[in-house]
């Protein structure tokens, strides 16, 4: 048996993701809303296999998601979440995984900027005022996110 048997099949989703918060110098947050279900959200995604690194999944995320290219402004806050991935989704990940990684980013802008949203994802874009973004969301941890980051805007 050789190592590369050991190596989860690239069909499946790796259980490690980012959250990325986008947010002004006004105080302002980017929601997305994402498509067929309808719910608003900070920007995430899943990790690439094998092996990339959150940061660099953060930007790629970022880019990919709403066509922001930003080299300064990244925070690496170094707290990862723990969540159970819902029962409908559980299918994309190896069998008996129920439990994601979600580590969180944030990316502080100077003023709001065009956002181009990528249909496969989302369907719509808007700017709101932290910390009313909070009600907006529909995850727990993207929720404590955006109060940590009004928090921070105190």
Known sequence: MNSSSFRPPTSFKRPESVL??????QGETLLLRRTGNAFWQSITGGMKWPGEAPEAAARREVLEETGIAAEEGWCDHQISRCFHILPEYRYCYGPGVIKNVEHFF?????????????????DLSRWEQLPAAADSVWSWTNRVA????????V
Not at 106 to 122: E, F, G, T
Not at 146 to 153: D, G, M, N, S, Y
């Open 106 to 122: 944030s990316l502080r802008i100077p003023r709001r900027c065009p956002v181009q949203v990528n249909p496969a994802d989302h």
């Open 20 to 25: 990325v918060v986008v947010y002004t110098d």
């Open 146 to 153: 955006l109060a940590q980051i009004a928090q921070e805007l």
